[in-house]
């Protein structure tokens, strides 16, 4: 106890502090103490003192309180260590009168000892007397022990005779050899296993009788190490496989385990040998099923994605057909069922979508992209866009962060949004009369690192305790009493789960039944230097309608393989003024390029006869009349890979199906703008082959003027020139594929697509080991370089200074 006492002591003493791990081991050498005191059979006569028993009672109480503290988290036993050395002092009197007591007890049995010795010598001498008359006896004795030997030797007969039985009952193969490895015992399983006789297999060597006659030297090792027990032997090691051979010449697996006995003539070694031909056998119709269960998984999940794919297609024509309906005059009763049809088809949309991420994810083909963004005004747009859904149930929607206005961050705006737009809307669902609350934060993440975390927050039902540990997985939805309030296929808060970590966060939720819900996530953003919110004001530039008079009407081919997906786009175009020419497929759509001058294609991607990327490129390849029109790709195809794949085939612009009135006019304007205006946006013209992507670099203008702009040129020039020069000194492919995808980030920020592009595909060959693709996509990458560098300081050139 004083020793604990001393460690407790300095414990708090910076002059000679110890630990809290001498602090716990000196508490279990005093329980330990304890243990033998209160249970320990040595002292059991100074429990029988009253006073002594109240003290281990004392001691017991202060152990039993403090055994949590000390098998608790350090800092909550640094916190109480002083309690527990002033509870500690107060318990010295007890474990005085303890060691008293006890010293006086033990006294008082060395007294009863030393009269007990006494007795013992007079029992002795006793004895003495008594041994003549024994010896005497024990002549009488010897006669009946030589009747004893002599059965005990009939058992060992008869204990020999059942070990015989059941060696020979053994379904495992015994063999005894002497340390030549001749065969001394053999039995019948032996027989069944090997093929060889009894009298064929005993005095034989083992490994000449089993060992594969197709490697025999190689087996005869393997079998000489049975009878080594230098450590390399099987001898005391346990199991033990190796291959052997029958009789008739078949080999076949067995297992071993080898134990050594001293016998008559030296060490005898007794093998126990299995046939484990049926359980290899199994082993291999498990892994076979294992890996036709995981084709059949990867299959599902190919099958998902091509069915999420294909269903998009008739819900193209079924929702642009409602937007056209929704635009004529229908009754109001009607308009009522054309908005019920609308809602339902969106959350039909909704449903596909996410089954597409989760094959996506499954697939290993989802990506994330890098943009500039302001998250204050991505949740301002959460909240608007809210706005109108939760008035309907009564709620109120606000936004807090403590971010300026104007301050951008660089990550993927889309993936965040579409994580926010679950989380809003489950909050939604789950609230009436409520409040919802959209923040956003800053954090310190591991080493020093810099998070942001977004948080949508709801008063509404809340999520009972047993389902928060389930709530972010897929198809899981609130129990019965809850799932009747919301529709959805419980893969929201999983694809949720999957974006978050694929852009290296967390997410979590704090939840109170009855009192509300509160979703977060944390994620890796890097934060843009400098004050920006006078691009916030900025004057957008002027975009020309399209519906203000014939001059902007313009001739427009529809290549599309799908008839209703032809009739809707033709409607909207028609719609929209312009004139359309319609195209079954691919090969139909080069052919009347070829013909006639049209000012923009709308091209279907997936087509028969020839798909839209090949004709796309035929079409700009060609002397045809329409070889300079501006191509927009039909498509659900949107991952980076899959865009860039359009913008080599010289695609100018790509459309999401399902296509919506919305958005096609929008892309319809950027395609038809006519030079003049362009002119006066002081927009530079698209350089030949989409080296740049001017909304991207006109951020970048916007944000640093053109001086600091040639600033940031300059450094990505730098880091260019140093990239190539390591990866022109030889480094492997596991070191240049890093390389690419650094490049690929900054020169993306400069809205540098072609090379980007280009450096995808050197990270591509990376992985898969492609040194001559590798070495191919570098070199076109270093002339694409010169080619896009000289725009980026041409564009410079263009842009009034600030």
Known sequence: MLTFQDSLDRFNNPVAPTTVTDVRRRFD???????????????EIIRVNPTTLAALQQIETFLVTHTPTIDGPDTELSARTLIMANELRDLRADARQIAIDGITSFAEEADEHREHASSLLYQISVLAISLIVFLIASLSVLFRQFESAQEESHQHKLTNVRLQAIVGASLDAIIVTDEAGTVLDYNDAAVGIFGYARKEAIGATLSDLISPASSHEERSADFARLF???GTGFVGSGLSKIVAQHKDGHEFPIEVSVASSAGADGMIFVSF???ISQRETAKRELTTARDEALAADKAKTEFLAVMSHEMRTPLNGIMATLDLLSASDIKPKQRNYVEVAQKSSKFLLRHINDVLDISKFEAGKLTLKSNRFSPVALLQEMAEGSQLLAASQGNDVSVNCDFAPGQKIIGDQFRISQILMNLAGNALKFTSNGDIEFSLSTLKGAHDSEMIEFRVTDNGIGIPDDQLNTIFDD?????????????????????CKRLVKAMGGEIGVESIVGEGSSFWFTVPLQMIEGETSHTETATPKPTPSLDRGKADHRSILLVEDNQINRFV???????LGHRVVEAHDGKEGVMLANQHAFDLILMDISMPVMDGVTAAREILESDGKSSDAYIVALTAHTQPSERARFREAGMSDYLTKPVRMETLRSTLERALVPITEAAKTHEPPAPAGDLIDHSVLNDMLDLFGPARFDE???????EFDEA???????????QIEPLAHRLMGSLGTFGATKIVSILGRVEQACQSIDSPSVEQNLKRAKDCWIETRQQLLEMTKLVDPV
């Open 29 to 43: 050498v005093l329980y330990s103490r304890y243990n033998a005191l209160s249970s320990g059979r040595t002292f």
């Open 228 to 230: 080594s027990d230098e």
């Open 273 to 275: 040998l299995r046939d």
């Open 475 to 495: 198809f899981v939805a609130l129990d019965t009493s809850y799932s009747r309030r919301a529709d959805g296929t419980g893969l929201g808060l999983g694809i």
């Open 569 to 575: 786009a033709r409607e909207m175009l028609e719609n």
């Open 712 to 718: 940031h040129l300059v450094k990505l020039e730098n």
């Open 724 to 734: 190539f020069r390591q990866i022109e000194s030889g480094i492997p492919l596991d």
